[in-house]
């Protein structure tokens, strides 16, 4: 297996030629190849397709920057990363099931709806059989390899049903892995599906261009799909979507801080928000812009580029539902242009009906940065004043109740605060600072709630930003009325002897992927590439995986682990499911979703 990824990674220069070489150096290499910046390196980007590469340099994150290349250049600068010519003519797909799928396909078993598993983000599974009696017995059973640098959008899971999204949405059998059907866009899907937990006949998904289909979950075909409104080209979801009675609730990011780069470019005018779809006809409800509207600030010293805020408060999460109240909570990023905004690195609450802001609670103030600032060359050009820290909200939101039946929201940051707050006005009743920090986190992908202990996962990954206190990376159960620190469990460093097995990318300590419960169990994995099981009680290490290693897949399709983010456990019945890889920010690529069963 190995093999074959060594030899579909190998391309002579000759059969480009030197041009092709030379545009990749000077327009790919000063990024990618520098590690300070902890972007995809070149060699993990072969992975991509060259139509997946095609687009990012025409339509994606590096339209702006790819402005001045010819069509020629560009499709030069594809042919030299992508070597995937062989590869393009591998079959991701599995074997068809025999048989079709059927109301008792559905019924037969618990599910995991969403990615937060319900609406309010606990990552909480009360049904299931796994615990800390029989963990022992979890072994891997199958294994699926997603054409793809990197496996981001994170399965779900209804009765005999999973659904792996990717380039394609597939839907297969949970036990077996063989294929009910697959769906397939002209965009790639990045986030979760979301099952339709009203009428059980369909599911939601988002694709990078932008559109949301309602899904028929029996037999893939399409019900209804809604173009989103993009105000700015670097509006994307990146975030996964949520389904709440007639409301499909879709986030919106933007990656307008890659673009801000290029010193030539305005920054920056983009804003985060929230949109609303009806569930039975895809006409959208409301669409909700975070911030006002980009105003002229002032000229760049050096360029003269019109500078223009706010700009910034990108949705990253998905967001949590109140149906009961009609809420709609979700966190937000930075500014990307100073003066800082009001509303970025704070928790909204938005009116589900009307979409109007109920209330803002900003935890940390004057917080503006974008990727320019990482870059030596243009950071006094196109840098912020206030140059970051960049800790915003990438976790989800979680609603819960205390002891008095009280509702609660429990908020992560970057910065390593956890915040509990009053839903009814955003009042902070605790805040506890966990990790130390970092523009990775900190509190990066997700926590997890049983309503008795809040469990915090900590990345506190270095990048290129000295902190006051030391890290703190590791897992940490924190009491929920007074936010004490309850148990903490230190990740161990194993990094020194482990490199990713396709790629340049790098092995990093610390948690930031979201984590999981389920029963006695936290289930969590790192971005050294283990999976591992605790218990709830003390956080002892009761089971371990590593995931750094190649599988053959149901699919076969070539296949290897790497580091864990993004996304997280999802635990049903007997069986337990993580993605392994992802080469952002420098990590470890990889391409694998796993299968974990007792039985």
């Known amino acids: ?118 609406s309010f983000n606990s990552r909480n599974q009360t049904k299931t059989n796994i615990n800390s009696g029989n963990i022992n017995n979890l072994k891997l059973k199958w294994s699926f390899g997603i054409a793809s640098e990197d496996v981001r959008a994170q399965p779900i899971v209804v009765g005999q049903l999973i659904f792996i999204a990717g380039k394609s949405l597939y839907a297969l059998n949970k036990e077996t892995g063989c294929m009910y059907w697959k769906f397939q866009s002209k965009g790639m899907f990045r986030n979760a599906p979301a099952f339709d937990v009203s009428t059980k006949d369909s599911i939601y998904i988002v694709d990078s261009d932008f559109v949301a289909f309602k899904i028929n979950i029996f037999d893939g075909e399409v019900i209804w799909k809604t173009k989103i409104p993009k105000e700015f080209e670097s509006n994307t979801s990146s975030a996964s979507p949520v389904q709440a009675g007639d409301f499909l609730l879709v986030p919106i990011s933007t990656y307008e801080t890659i673009m801000a780069i290029d010193p030539s470019y305005e920054c ?11 569930t039975k006809d895809g006409e959208i409800i409301w669409n909700h812009r975070i911030e006002q509207k980009a105003e002229y600030t002032k000229k760049g010293m050096i360029t003269r580029v019109k500078k223009f805020a ?16 009609e809420r709609v909570f979700f966190g937000t990023g ?37 990727v320019g600032c990482e870059i030596p060359v243009v950071r006094s050009m196109v840098c912020p004043e206030e140059n970051g820290p960049d800790f915003d909200f990438g976790a989800s939101i979680i609603q819960s109740i205390d002891k008095q039946g009280s509702k609660v929201l429990f908020a992560g940051q970057k910065s390593g605060w956890v915040f509990k707050l009053n839903p009814l006005n955003g009042e902070i009743d605790w805040e506890k600072k966990v990790g130390n920090g970092g523009v990775l986190g900190g509190i990066h992908f997700g926590m997890a709630t049983d309503n008795i202990k809040l469990y915090v996962p900590i990345s506190d990954r270095k990048v290129n930003k000295d902190y006051d206190d030391k890290a703190q990376p590791g897992l940490y159960a924190l009491d929920f009325e007074t936010g004490d620190i309850i148990w903490s469990y230190k990740h161990d460093e194993i990094c020194s002897d482990r490199k990713p097995l396709y790629g340049e990318g790098r092995c990093f300590t610390g948690f930031s992927a979201p984590i999981s419960i389920a029963n006695n169990l936290l289930f969590a994995g790192s971005l050294d590439g283990k999976f591992s099981a605790h218990s709830v009680e003390d956080g002892k290490k009761l089971w371990k995986f590593d995931t750094l290693q190649e599988f053959q897949t149901i699919n076969n399709y070539p296949s290897v682990g790497g580091s864990i983010d993004a996304s997280g456990p999802v635990i049903v019945d007997d069986w337990v499911f993580i993605n392994s890889g992802y080469s952002h920010h420098g990590q470890m690529s990889g391409n694998a979703i796993l299968a974990f069963s007792i039985k």
């Open 1 to 118: 297996m190995k093999g074959l990824f060594i030899l579909l990674s190998i391309v002579s220069t000759s059969l480009f030629g030197s041009e092709a070489e030379k545009l990749v150096t000077e327009q790919c290499a000063s990024c990618h190849e520098n590690n300070d910046l902890n972007l995809i390196s070149i060699s993990s980007m072969a992975q991509y397709s060259q139509s997946d590469l095609l687009y990012i340099l025409e339509k994606g994150k590096m339209k702006t920057l790819a402005k001045d290349l010819s069509k020629s250049q560009k499709k030069l600068i594809v042919e030299y990363i992508s070597k995937k010519d062989a590869n393009n003519k591998l079959s991701t797909d599995s074997d068809y099931c025999k048989q079709s799928i059927s109301e008792k396909t559905l019924s037969t078993g618990s599910k995991w709806t969403s990615w937060g598993y319900d």
């Open 268 to 278: 920056c005018k983009s804003s985060g928000g929230m949109v609303a779809i009806n």
């Open 310 to 325: 706010p700009a910034g408060s990108a949705v990253w999460n998905a967001p949590g539902v109140d149906l009961l109240n």
């Open 334 to 370: 930075q500014s990307l242009q100073s003066p800082a905004s009001g509303f970025s690195d704070a928790v909204i609450t938005l009116d589900l009906n009307t979409g109007k802001k109920l209330w803002v609670t900003q935890t940390l103030a004057g917080d503006a940065y974008n």
